[in-house]
């Protein structure tokens, strides 16, 4: 019984990578830098911020790291986000040019 027990622990479920995609607001490519560092942690292995779009793409290891813990992590940095509404603090200390206008959040 201990062996199969350990024999199912080990079992890997396969890919534990996933892209998505999900919404930032933003103004400029200092805000690009900021979002994108934002994600520089363990179990994000690409991140990109589009300006035009203001879609955040995300590629990141699912047993290190989930894609709500990834928008926090954005929504502490200042900004706005599908999920987050932006930390005020972190806000107010963004330079004017990523000042973007701020929309009522909505709970989904």
Same mark, same amino acid.
């Given at each position: 019984?201990?062996?199969?027990?350990?024999? #199912?622990? +080990? $079992?890997? #479920?396969?890919?534990?990578?996933?892209?998505?995609?999900? $919404?930032? &607001? @933003? /103004?400029?490519?200092? +805000? $690009?830098?900021?979002?994108?560092?934002?994600?520089?942690?363990?179990?994000?292995?690409? %991140? /990109? &911020?589009?300006?035009?779009?203001?879609?955040?793409?995300?590629?990141?290891?699912?047993? %290190?790291? #989930?894609?709500?813990?990834? *928008?926090?992590?954005?929504?502490k940095a200042?900004?706005?986000?599908?999920?987050?509404?932006?930390?005020?603090?972190?806000? @107010? $200390?963004?330079?004017? +040019?990523? *000042?973007?206008?701020?929309?009522?959040?909505?709970?989904?």
């Amino acid at each position: 019984m201990f062996f199969s027990l350990v024999v #199912t622990s +080990c $079992k890997t #479920t396969g890919n534990s990578e996933k892209t998505a995609s999900f $919404k930032v &607001w @933003g /103004n400029c490519e200092k +805000c $690009k830098t900021t979002i994108e560092s934002s994600c520089n942690v363990d179990g994000v292995v690409e %991140k /990109n &911020w589009n300006v035009e779009s203001t879609l955040m793409t995300v590629k990141f290891d699912t047993t %290190k790291i #989930t894609l709500d813990h990834i *928008q926090e992590l954005v929504a502490k940095a200042g900004y706005d986000n599908d999920a987050y509404y932006g930390d005020d603090y972190a806000y @107010g $200390k963004l330079e004017s +040019c990523c *000042q973007y206008d701020r929309k009522p959040f909505e709970l989904k």
